[in-house]
């Protein structure tokens, strides 16, 4: 607590000394650009990992960066993403899970969960679809295989979720919003962003070069990751998978990813 009060401090004897004017414009209204969607977890922060200002993103936080579908819950995240579309009028929305995350390891073993943390698992069965999903594609792999695949996974389905809100839908139908997934590396700490047109992750600055995004929760042609062949024996390049993933890894995920809009 010493090191917090502390900290207010020197935010108060730096930051706000040199920032009055724009603390002061903020007091009258925010207007971010941004939804930012990601988990609670102590190491991810979103304004730090994309150097973000204040007042730039709007964020949403809780275990395992979920959104439940329309209707499914009344908690805060569904009240959050209409005001940020309707209010706000944010045309940008960011789910970001990431690496060793614990809600997504709580998910792979949810029974376990019911007696420890029941309002865990309440929680977690918000993520039915992506634990469902995984079951029935990966069910050969375990351990922290399947905890990538899972946390990469999640992120697509968590913005399945988000298509079910009568405010997105109506945006999306007019063109006016783009949704993007991303998962961030603690270890390195990388960004990597899901292209659905070519199935793959991939380092997301490329997307500052595209001028016209009118897919919904679309992200640029790769700059590095694992293409998605129609032809399983099409040879894999390691060369060509994201740096975090091996090639087996990229090859599940990418695969499994397209195998499920395929159905």
């Known amino acids: 607590m010493k090191k917090l009060i502390r900290g207010h401090e020197n935010f108060r004897e730096t930051f706000v000394s040199e920032h009055r004017e724009l603390l002061e414009e903020l007091s ?38 979920l959104i439940p579908p329309f209707g499914a819950a009344n908690g805060g995240e569904g009240a959050a993403v209409e005001y940020a579309i309707a209010a706000l009028n944010i045309e940008q ?24 943390m029941p309002l865990v698992y309440d929680w977690l069965r918000h993520a039915d679809a992506t634990l469902r999903l995984v079951k029935d594609n990966y069910s050969q792999y375990s351990g922290d295989q399947l905890l990538e695949v899972t946390i990469a996974e999640n992120v ?20 006016k919003l783009n949704i993007y997934a991303w998962v961030y590396h603690i270890e390195t700490g990388e960004l990597l962003a899901y292209d659905p047109e070519t199935h793959q992750y991939a380092a997301p600055q490329s997307q500052i070069t595209r001028t016209s995004n009118k897919l919904v929760s679309t992200a640029p042609p790769a700059m590095c990751g694992l293409p998605y062949y129609e032809d399983d024996s099409a040879p894999l390049q390691a060369s060509d998978v994201a740096p975090w993933l091996s090639v087996e890894q990229a090859e599940r995920i990418y695969r ?7 159905r």
Do not use: W
Not at 93 to 116: F, P, R, T
């Open 156 to 175: 697509l389905t968590q913005i399945e979720n988000l298509k079910t809100y009568p405010v997105v839908r109506s945006k999306i139908y007019q063109g």
């Open 256 to 262: 499994g990813s397209a195998a499920s809009k395929r």
């Open 93 to 116: 929305i960011i789910v970001c899970g990431h690496s060793h995350c614990g809600a997504m390891k709580g998910l792979l073993q949810l029974g376990k969960l019911e007696e420890q």
């Open 28 to 65: 009258h209204s925010q207007k971010p650009r941004v939804l930012f969607i990601t988990c609670s977890d102590s190491r991810v922060d979103p304004n730090l990992i994309t150097q973000a200002g204040i007042g730039e993103l709007f964020v949403i936080r809780n275990a395992g960066n």
